[in-house]
């Protein structure tokens, strides 16, 4: 049965990627509220979709987002996701994967989607200009018009939850991954599979049924005051000290293999947790979830982006160390795709 | 040619009469197709799906023109005609029954539309000249004469016989194969009368 067509709103937050072409023409990008809407008449075709109303969040480069910013999307959907059917980002592609991540953990329980989206065209006037056109020479015919609408589309009817929708893929906030040389798309999926594709039309994996509308809490708190070491045989554990010496939040060690570690190390991180109470989780990136002992949280089966990010957002919402396995260990918003078995979390 | 229809899913028997004269008259046409009216046939080669696929492309941009159904006013109908708008490509936007300020047009305000967006109101009775004039507008060679003229022939018992035997297990119907025959005849008569007379036809229509 045909579906009744009934008019919606969609709530335009812009927070960079907003170039409509490579050339700096006035209006073509978003750099300060005043040009909202002479870059909104430039891309008059949403209105045949849907209403749209802007909110400018922050008109610079990708590399510069920081968690502040995260705090000011995520608050500001959180006060007005009651008003619209979703929502949809605009944001620097350099960055807008950490973005979708750091959302999926602050916009928990959304009641509608929030679509994040960007230019292919690096802004103009840009300090990387050059090497960011060069790297997507292959998208100008896409253009930031094209993944806007296919975003607004989604937004409207897409299930609750935060996205991204670049070319014709969208993928889940939690998800999504650089892609590996040679695949010309410059996003992936981490667990190989999408929310949705576009062909013609939008074909998405699941639509958006009768949800209720909630009250919608931001959790849009993040420590950034944790140190990621990076671990390979016989390199100097200094930042490991040097976290230990600043007292940083918490410790996050990356490991390729097995997380067995050297006596030296092992010892480091031992007096980092029973000694200093700074918490320490190892992130295995080849899955194994394995441990010496149970003193360290082991964590697997996400993406590397989305382990740091959900430790800082973790860190953010509780200093207790039991609330902080818990949390860790549990998939909150399908950001892991193989869970930890109860055994290996103390 | 590659065209696009679009549909809306729809339990109006009006409208379902409309999509099956349309896709018959696509056919009839030879113009290479893809739609969706209850459900979607893509109706281009794999290697180019694949292709477009890869490299995170649309295949809505493979198209040459797109042809929308408009009469009753739907989310993915504006998904279109915002892409449509964006991109200048030739659309037609079809619609019957209702005014044309109460389609999902009347949201862009009455600015100038592009001049690619063409928008007709159709009846029955000339739903084919409409869609056929836009068709011709796209000045692609491609475009066959569509058949339009009913024409009764009365044929010996041989002749049908040999008709359906022609026929009867390809996709072809005995009227297209007749067709066919006089086409080839049409295409190999190379007289200057034939010329002549042909030319002085076309003037006078």
Same mark, same amino acid.
């Given at each position: 049965m045909a579906q009744k067509y009934e008019r919606k709103t969609v709530g335009l937050l812009f927070a960079g990627g907003t170039a409509l072409g490579p050339e700096p023409v006035r209006g073509s990008i978003v750099t300060s509220p005043k040009v909202v809407n002479q870059w909104l008449k430039k891309v008059r075709e949403f209105r045949v979709l849907a209403d749209v109303k802007p909110f400018f969040i922050y008109g610079g480069e990708a590399a510069n987002i920081t968690p502040e910013h995260w705090k000011a999307i995520a608050e500001t959907i959180a006060e007005h996701a009651d008003r619209f059917d979703g929502f949809v980002v605009t944001h620097g592609i350099d960055t807008i994967d950490t973005t979708a991540i750091a959302l999926s953990f602050a916009l928990q329980d959304l009641p509608c989607p929030v679509i994040l989206t960007g230019s292919p065209v690096p802004d103009p006037g840009l300090r990387l200009q050059k090497v960011m056109s060069n790297l997507f020479? *292959?998208?100008? *015919?896409? *253009?930031i018009t094209a993944n806007l609408i296919n975003a607004v589309q989604v937004a409207l009817s897409a299930k609750p939850g935060v996205a991204v929708m670049f070319g014709n893929q969208l993928i889940a906030g939690t998800q999504i991954i650089r892609s590996p040389a040679g695949v010309l798309q410059p996003f992936s999926s981490q667990s190989g599979s999408v929310l949705g594709k576009v062909d013609f039309g939008v074909r998405l994996e699941m639509k958006r049924s009768g949800e209720s509308a909630k009250r919608l809490k931001p959790l849009a708190a993040f420590d950034t005051n944790i140190t990621v070491f990076d671990y390979q045989p016989n390199v100097s554990l200094g930042p490991i000290e040097q976290a230990i010496a600043k007292r940083a939040s918490g410790i996050f060690v990356r490991t390729h293999k097995t997380p067995y570690f050297p006596t030296e190390l092992y010892d480091l991180m031992r007096r980092a947790t029973d000694e200093e109470k700074i918490p320490v989780v190892i992130f295995s990136e080849g899955g194994e979830t394995r441990s010496q002992e149970q003193r360290f949280t082991v964590i697997a089966g996400l993406s590397f982006s989305a382990a740091v990010i959900k430790f800082m957002w973790v860190l953010g919402q509780t200093k207790r160390k039991k609330d902080i396995r818990r949390l860790l260990a549990q998939n909150l918003v399908g950001e892991i795709q193989k869970p930890l078995r109860q055994e290996e979390v103390a | 040619m590659r065209i696009y229809f679009f549909g809306p899913p729809t339990e109006r028997s009006d409208l379902k009469r409309t999509y099956d004269t349309l896709l018959s008259l696509f056919r009839r046409a030879g113009v290479e197709l893809s739609y969706q009216t209850d459900h979607l046939e893509i109706g281009l080669p794999k290697e180019l799906v694949d292709r477009v696929d890869a490299r995170g492309g +649309? $295949? $809505?941009?493979? +198209?040459h023109a797109l042809i929308l159904e408009g009469s009753v006013p739907n989310q993915e109908l504006g998904f279109f005609l915002a892409h449509a708008l964006a991109t200048k490509k030739p659309t037609l936007f079809l619609y019957a029954g209702v005014r044309e300020q109460d389609t999902l047009l009347k949201y862009l305000g009455g600015e100038r539309l592009p001049s690619s967006l063409v928008i007709k109101r159709y009846t029955k009775e000339n739903l084919e000249d409409v869609t056929l004039a836009f068709l011709r507008s796209l000045g692609q060679k491609e475009i066959r004469e569509v058949p339009r003229i009913k024409f009764t022939l009365r044929v010996t018992k041989t002749i049908e016989k040999y008709l359906w035997w022609k026929t009867h297990n390809t996709d072809k119907t005995k009227a297209d194969f007749i067709r066919e025959k006089l086409e080839e005849m049409i295409q190999a008569e190379k007289s200057e009368e034939w010329k002549r007379f042909f030319e002085k036809g076309e003037e006078e229509s």
């Open positions: 020479t *292959g998208y100008h *015919g896409l *253009g | +649309m $295949l $809505l941009d493979e +198209m």
